[in-house]
């Protein structure tokens, strides 16, 4: 089976940087994915990571370590609309297309 | 920019009673999701389907649920008869293919309250 534990609130300040880990425990792994959900909306495509190192996408990038089984979003320049949940995501097995979500991290961006 | 739709945006029903979710997903995707988030958790997988039939579907997805793609563009999730913990919003995504880097695309969910 899977799991994704990730910390379940984190505060930061706007214009700063924050950095949300996520650590998997998967029977197979077939990338790492990060999604943003703004209450009451959608899940919505972030960013992925195959390989080891560090992908990055305008303000946001997404890194992963395999043998650490352990990633990363960092939220850079933080702006208030960065308030959001944001959820890792695992694909459930080989040959799977279903998405497996963590427990989500609730980002609250502050003045 | 192409979306995925659901309808209807909010629903409330009996307990017992059954519910027909709707979804268009986005028009040249082949792979269609279900997925459902309780209130303040996390968002749990439901079902796939590929090609007319299910491809997966998690253990959630009983006897009570379906999944139906009736025409060319509409995908349904009937649940027969709603018990009190059917109570979720219920996400409907797809994706152009899969595995690996495929992004699945969300809809923006159907509130399901049953009272």
């Known amino acids: 089976g899977q799991s994704l534990e990730q910390p379940s609130e984190v505060t930061a300040v706007e214009g700063a940087i924050v950095q949300i880990n996520c650590t998997y425990q998967t029977s197979g792994f077939y990338g790492l994915s990060w999604y943003q959900q703004h209450d009451g909306g959608a899940p919505t495509f972030l960013s992925y990571?195959?390989?080891?190192g560090l992908e990055e996408t305008g303000r946001f990038s997404s890194f992963l370590s395999r043998s650490d089984s352990y990633g990363y979003l960092l939220l850079q320049e933080l702006q208030m609309k960065d308030s959001a949940s944001y959820f890792c995501a695992v694909r459930a097995g080989a040959g799977a297309n279903n998405l497996f979500f963590g427990t989500g991290t609730r980002l609250t961006v502050i003045p | 920019e192409p979306e995925v739709t659901q309808t209807p945006s909010h629903q409330v029903t009996q307990m017992g009673q059954e519910v027909i979710l709707r979804c268009v997903p986005i028009s040249n995707h082949l792979y269609f999701y279900w997925y459902r988030q309780i209130l303040g958790q996390k968002v749990e997988f439901l079902v796939s389907?590929?090609?007319?039939?299910?491809?997966?579907k998690s253990e959630i997805f009983d006897d009570q649920f379906s999944v139906e793609r009736p025409d060319g563009s509409n995908f349904t999730l009937k649940i027969r008869s709603t018990k009190l913990e059917d109570s979720a919003m219920y996400f409907c995504?797809?994706?152009?293919?899969?595995?690996?880097?495929?992004?699945?695309?969300f809809g923006p969910g159907t509130r399901l309250l049953v009272l």
């Open positions: 990571n195959a390989l080891d």
């Open positions: 995504a797809s994706s152009e293919t899969s595995g690996g880097q495929e992004t699945q695309y």
């Open positions: 389907f590929y090609n007319n039939e299910i491809s997966e």
